[in-house]
């Protein structure tokens, strides 16, 4: 057992089968995260420090080809190996396409499980630490940079410093740039909960981030009416 590459993300909805898994992979020396749905797997993902993630395909709430996208945005290093009922050539090669770096079938046997997870953990660990950072620091859109590491934002004009929930958000409407940024979203990683009190101070920080932005014409924060923000860009 590998001593430095211990936390795994496991997102498995079926109740019996998620706890096989984590009981086998604790027993085999794993400290195991299990989340149920993709939402939650994400949130759980965004805050926290994973060494390789476990992701059923067949989710609610966000399929893991989904959840497996929303994480690479996050993070290209964290191996991720997918668990499907389905055998079909295409949903392997979806998953690959998606970041994955194994794909096993069920039903499968929890001794190739463990084996697939070391060996794929081996080929990760190639010069940088698995698990280290769960985000991207450095930013490019427009005329602007931002480094969220340093919480510092450099227009055309200006360089800002920004507090740590404005670079929260920043970075988040970073990751989704020229998509929608669901508002529920935002609030559940960044502010802990979605509620309306917290949706009012958000807009606070939306105003102050178009406010430091105004330098560059060409990005814009854009409402998305019901649904939430996207940061607007020149396309490349």
């Known amino acids: 057992m590998l001593e430095l590459h ?9 109740p019996s089968l998620g706890f096989i898994i984590k009981d086998n992979l604790q027993e085999a020396g794993y400290v195991v995260t299990w989340c149920k749905d993709g939402e939650h797997g994400f949130e759980t993902f965004y805050q926290g420090k994973f060494d390789l993630c476990v992701l059923d ?21 964290t191996p991720i190996i ?12 979806i998953g690959f396409k998606k970041g994955g770096d194994d794909y096993l079938t069920k039903p499968f046997a929890m001794e190739e499980l463990i084996v697939r997870i070391e060996a794929v953990i081996k080929r990760s660990y190639n010069g940088f630490k698995v698990g280290e950072t769960n985000g991207k620091d450095i930013f490019n859109f427009g005329a602007c940079e931002f480094n969220f590491q340093s919480l510092e934002l450099k227009t055309p004009i200006n360089v800002f410093r920004l507090t740590v929930k404005e670079s929260e958000l920043l970075r988040m409407l970073c990751m989704h740039q020229n998509e ?19 949706g009012r101070s958000m807009d606070v920080f ?4 178009r406010k430091y932005l105004k330098d560059d014409p060409s990005v814009m924060i854009m409402n998305e009416t019901g649904v ?9």
Request: charge should be positive.
């Open 82 to 93: 997918f668990l499907t009922a389905k055998s079909l050539e295409m949903d392997k090669i």
């Open 228 to 236: 939430g923000f996207s940061l607007r860009t020149p396309s490349e």
């Open 6 to 14: 211990k936390n795994i993300l496991l997102v498995e909805d079926d």
């Open 206 to 209: 939306i105003t102050r981030l």
């Open 180 to 198: 929608v940024l669901p508002r529920s979203l935002a609030l559940k990683l960044i502010w802990g909960k979605d509620d309306y009190f917290l």
């Open 57 to 77: 395909v067949m989710l609610p709430k966000k399929d893991g080809f989904t959840l497996a996208g929303d994480i690479r945005q996050l993070n290209v290093h």
